[in-house]
């Protein structure tokens, strides 16, 4: 920070005090340049204007408009020339400097209030269709790339360079009045320079992609048309890293439209005291499971009190997996095979001759009504879904619909089946005693034969009960394994084909860890696994104003909201997938040869043959890819000049300077 | 243990308050032993305050100036490192009263709205750039907040000057000049050291941004309003070498730029331009 002192010794107006004499009369004001500024501008934008229409006009018709343009100019350059002593006077003043600044910042300020280079239909939205028009045709969707903005930052380049002349800024003292000011000219330059003869475009790629071209986009991000690197790009590999998972318990409160807004957030730890949320709530946690598992385990007991198992390892193309089957107990006791081995069934006791025959044998599958008479009658009748039937008692069946796997959808309000499976199997009824009136519905169900759904039974009329008789086919290829005898049978279509030991009958299967157990139960064994934060569980008591303690038990991955009374929510669950990298491995190829590598990260581009390649874009839905913005930029060195003259000067101009100052005048 | 629970916070504010409020009437009655014992509590709140935010650094494992939550404990800890500074150069015990208010101001909101949790660092931020950048701004910002209560206290002093012509009084107590010339002096120094950052803190951005994005200039809304806020001082800067601009013009000058510099930091998402913005706080 300057001393008051150094102050004193600075002259109060550098410029006015060193200014070259010139013979002039022009005393500068704000108001006469702010004109200036005006007139300056719409000249430039003028000269713009003329210049971008002869470009484009047709070769034939540019002569008269370019005739009058060069007239023109060379009017306007007559009439600066013969008053140059009051323009450079009016240029390189400090008033001037202040409205250029001045009209730089409100530029600036507007391009910040307007959205820039959005889509046409947006300013219309925005902004109704009568300005966005308006606005649209004074380039105000991209203001700082408008003639207008160009034109300012023309002027003040124009300027920046006439100021250090009448300042003499080359002395010694002054350089930093020098570096400050054509700093910011150098930097322009460097930016003239990167837009001239510059390129950027993005460069897409999937692993084991190569590229020697990219695609040159504008502003917009419009693609526009391929350009040759030179080289080539090959993308070994793309790889989204994350920050390691980590688990929490949120409290979300609902805001306005349906907006949850976390509003807490800790850690999940085991803790006596409680944790207060707010509003009277409050919680803790007391059992934090990082790993945790739900197992069904075989424990062997005595003889008659569990029942038989087989059990081992079954291998295929995608890795391995258990397999348990009990004896005698439905669905449990066979496991599909894969290919057409057909099933793998386990039983204690060898079939019978007599069961082995019933196997073989085919079966439909039948349904049955159990009818009891209001007289005590009773009578089966073997029924088809569709089919009529008249009663011994007088009255009518007709059986509707049969449901093997039966639902009732509470959507439609319907009965549904869930699968071809006799899952459930059901059938829905209605008993009528003549055709004038239609006979309320009910369902009967094999596996509740006791409840009726829809109407009851009439006082009066009969009791129906539904049986289900699963039909039988016998199974084309089926390994059976004997407990008892250790013995495996190979049917087919229910005829035994093979008898052999168990110890090789199930080589060909691709089963290890082959394992018979004579007597045991299944018993569901919990608890932590490891430290490993892979299935979290925790156990937590919630409490409220309104409720009194509650024991809970949350999995972060399969998060269920505990709601307060409050009406917020406290969630234990899975903080989401934070990236911490984004990272392309790419080789540099040139003339067939591999010549570098490099991994190309977000702040770590990638330099080569003047092409910078920059991290910018991934696809949730394709791991393999990766976007790269390729930037050419021969002006880059030239704005860090810039930028190091800028700096160096302003601080030249407020520690240097004084310093040399008060060296000369000895203090 | 969470570095940046409410007691700590709490803790800062009051003794920020404290400062303020001893601070205050001392000044005014030039109590010595007042000035004193505000410096003191102003002293020991910075390093509350500085011990914070190591202990926040620490516990992220980054730097602690990512949210705005986070920038309102870190400007703060500015304010109160170029005061501390100030007063040990220049006895600039004026300072005291106005970098505890910003100061109760910012842990205010800080306790308001406090960071549910912690944010980690996006690949767009994980740069050598981040912390000289922010540090520089924030430096900056917290001297130009300095040059705005100085020119204030100068603008005060003036109107003094006119309306009693003390004799040897000095404007208020506590050390610093004793015109409003010399308050002017201070105010213009702070805001060059202001300026000097600030176009250091812009530069890095600029480069920072070649490296992150390939662009060094995007119009992106917080880059315009730190080139409008840069273009306010340096409008300052050449309105102060203009004829009748050196006293009481150039502090008017000074207290309106710091409005360009409260909107660069806190007005951006008011913006309609905001949307696409990267540096946005959210």
Known sequence: MTHPVQEACLPATPSQSTARPLPSTFRPSFISCTLLLVMLWALAIAGGRVGRAVAVAPAGEAMLPVGIAIALGALVVAVCWSMRRTLYLALTSLHFSVVLLGALMLGTVAGTLLVQNAAAEEY???????????????????????????????????????????????????????????????????????????????????????????????????????????????????????????????????????????????????????????????????????????????????????????????????GAHDVRLQAGAPQRDLVTLHGDAGVLRFAWDAPSPAELDAAAEFHPVRHLL????????????????????????????????????????????????????????????????????????????????????????????????????????????????????REVLRLTDGRLLARAPLDDGLHDLDLADIRVVASAVEETVTGNRSDEWNNPVIHLELADGAHEAGSHVLAANEPVPLRLADGSALVFERRGDDVRSYASTVGVVENGQRVASHVIRVNEPLHWAGFKFYQSNYRKDDPTWTGLQVVKDPGLPVVYIGFLMLALGLTWVYTVRPWLLKRRLGL | MNALQHPWVVAIA???????????????????????????????????????????????????????????????????????????????????????????????????????????????????WFVPHVVTYFMSYAALFASFALAMVALYAERREGRLALAGGGT???????????????????????????????????????????????????????????LAYVIYLHLRLMDGWHGRRAMVVLVCSFAAVVFTYLGMSMLPTADGSLHVYQ
């Not at chain 1, 020697?212 to 991000?221: A, H, I, K, M, S």
């Not at chain 1, 803790?284 to 029942?307: C, F, K, W």
């Not at chain 1, 009748?381 to 009529?388: I, S, Y």
Request: charged share 20%.
């Open chain 1, 370 to 485: 159990d009818v009891t008479a209001a007289d005590g009658a009773t009578q089966t009748l073997e029924v088809e879904p569709g089919g009529r039937y008249e009663l011994a008692s007088g009255e009518r069946v007709d059986v509707h619909e049969y449901f093997p796997h039966f639902s009732y959808d509470m959507e439609t309000r319907s009965g549904i089946s869930l699968s071809d499976q006799p899952v459930n199997p059901t059938i829905r009824v209605s008993v009528s005693t003549d055709d004038t009136v239609e006979p309320p519905k009910q369902w009967l169900f094999a596996k509740f034969p006791d409840q009726v759904m829809g109407a009851g039974p009439d006082a009066g009329g009969p009791t129906l009960r539904y049986r289900f008789e699963a039909g039988h086919a016998p199974l084309p290829r089926e390994v059976l394994v004997v407990g008892s005898t």
């Open chain 1, 124 to 318: 219309a939205l925005r902004y109704g269709e009568a300005f966005a028009g308006l606005a649209l045709s004074m380039g105000l969707n991209d203001i700082f790339h408008t003639l207008g903005f160009n034109a300012l930052l023309g002027i003040l380049i124009l300027s920046l360079l006439l100021v250090p002349v009448r300042n003499r800024a080359w002395q010694l003292p002054r350089w930093g009045h020098l570096g400050s000011h054509l700093g910011i000219v150098v930097i322009l330059f460097g930016g003239i320079i990167g837009n001239l003869s510059g390129a950027k475009g993005v460069l897409e790629m999937r692993e084991g992609d190569t590229a020697d071209r990219f695609t040159l986009t504008n502003r917009q991000r419009a693609r526009l048309g391929p350009e040759t690197l030179g080289f080539s790009l090959v993308l070994d590999d793309f790889a989204i890293d994350y920050y390691d998972a980590i688990y929490r318990l949120h409290v979300y409160t609902p805001r306005a439209e349906d907006r949850w807004e976390m509003t807490g957030s800790w850690e999940p730890e085991v803790d006596e005291d409680w944790t207060p949320i707010g509003n009277g709530a409050k919680f803790r946690v007391t059992q934090v499971m990082p790993d945790y598992r739900s197992d069904q385990v075989l424990r062997e007991v005595a003889s008659g009190q569990g029942a038989a198992w087989f059990t081992a390892t079954m291998e295929h193309d995608h």
């Open chain 2, 14 to 128: 009051v003794l920020y308050a404290l400062a303020l409020i001893v601070s205050v009437p001392a000044l005014i009655r030039r109590a010595r032993r007042g000035i004193l014992v505000a410096l003191c509590l102003f002293g020991l709140a910075f390093a509350l305050n500085t011990t914070l935010i190591v202990a926040r650094w620490t516990e992220a494992g980054r730097p602690p100036f990512k949210t705005l939550f986070e920038t309102m404990i870190f400007y703060p800890w500015c304010t109160g490192l170029v005061t501390l500074t100030l007063i040990a150069l220049r006895r600039l015990m004026v300072l005291i009263p106005f970098a505890s208010a910003v100061s109760v101001m910012g842990l205010a909101y800080a306790l308001i709205r406090p960071d549910v949790e912690l944010v980690l660092m996006p690949p767009a931020l994980q740069s050598a």
């Open chain 2, 172 to 230: 208020v107590g506590g050390g610093g000049p004793r015109n409003a010339a010399g308050w002017q002096a201070h105010a213009h120094g702070a805001a060059i050291f202001g300026v000097i950052t600030l176009t250091a803190g812009l530069v890095m951005g600029a480069v920072w941004g070649k490296y992150a994005w390939g662009d060094y200039w995007g119009w992106d809304p917080k880059e315009s309003w730190a080139l409008v806020t840069w």
